[in-house]
């Protein structure tokens, strides 16, 4: 998907009336291809979910730009569907921020999100002890970005997130309040309303600031559905709990053959509830596929030949 095509998608999608997406973060650009594949819409990269793991760092404010930019493209280069990416404080400034806007509409991605912390004291979402930018310095942030994109990419979607309601400095719904209308007018095109703790809160400030809002629910009861979503007007419903199935899921995996060795492997593909013939869709689609028809097409007979030759391998017929 073209740079500009990324954005307009992108758009398209938050303003749809009436309609919530789910978004759930790919651990790697593979199983984004495959979210897509599964008729997911939009692949969301949270900088502590997967640009944090892929570079093995913390998410506390030390990715770096380039680590980010760089993951994002790889994902957008693998994906016909738009890509958010998660820019944290956005690595600094306002300075920090016009070059980011750059880099990450020319890496690809559909939007970007940028919340309200301080660089120096940025902290993931969920931990206590957060901090909020003075509203003048953020909104200064969300005007440069908008700037930017409008002469770059005008559909790139710059997502505001705000920490306000949890943070130590700040006055809980009224500053969140305050605060996203402050980003609405400067021009952010989404709100992503952090860590509200009842479905009340996340009803009053829908009620209160336009356009398209999302929000997580790790301190709600429960996780929000989609038909939840579609009821209280969020465009979309982020599921944070995938991260800790897939990790649950490797470390037992790992942990199992490690004990078991190969005898694991069997007991897994035993019980797992997906048809074998997906693994060869899957090789086929998006790992040998794609190599067996570029080749192909401009090997011409020679690539033919190779390939018939092959057909007793190993991997092409148990991968």
Known sequence: MSVKNAGTALKALFN?????????????A???????????????????????????????GTLTMTESVQISKWFADSVSIPVITDADSCFGGIFQVERAVQEYIQAGVGGMLIEDQPFLTK???AMPGKEVLPLDEAVAKFRVASAVRKELCPDFQIIA???ALTAVNAKGLPDVIERMLAYKEAGADVLHFEGPRTLEEVHAV?????????????????EITAEQGRELGLSAVVYLQTLRSQIRFMWHLYQEI??????AIDKF?????????LLSR??????????????????????????????????????
């Open 161 to 163: 997130r705000c920490d």
């Open 206 to 222: 829908r009620e209160a600031v336009p356009g398209p809002l999302y929000c997580t629910a790790y301190n709600l009861p429960q």
């Open 123 to 125: 902290r993931m979402g």
């Open 258 to 263: 490690r004990t078991e060795g190969y005898g």
């Open 269 to 277: 593909n035993a019980t797992c509830p997906v048809e074998e013939k």
């Open 16 to 28: 749809r009336p009436d309609t919530c997406m789910t978004f759930v973060f790919p651990m790697n």
């Open 282 to 319: 899957i090789r086929n689609k998006f790992l040998l596929g794609d190599l067996e028809d570029f080749e192909r097409r401009y090997l011409g007979d020679a690539a033919i030949v190779r390939y018939a030759a092959d057909i007793g391998s190993s991997i092409s017929n148990n991968f």
């Open 30 to 60: 593979l199983h984004a291809r495959i979210l897509e594949d599964l008729g997911y819409e939009v692949a969301i990269l949270g900088a502590a979910a997967v640009i944090a793991p892929i570079a093995g760092r913390f998410d506390n």
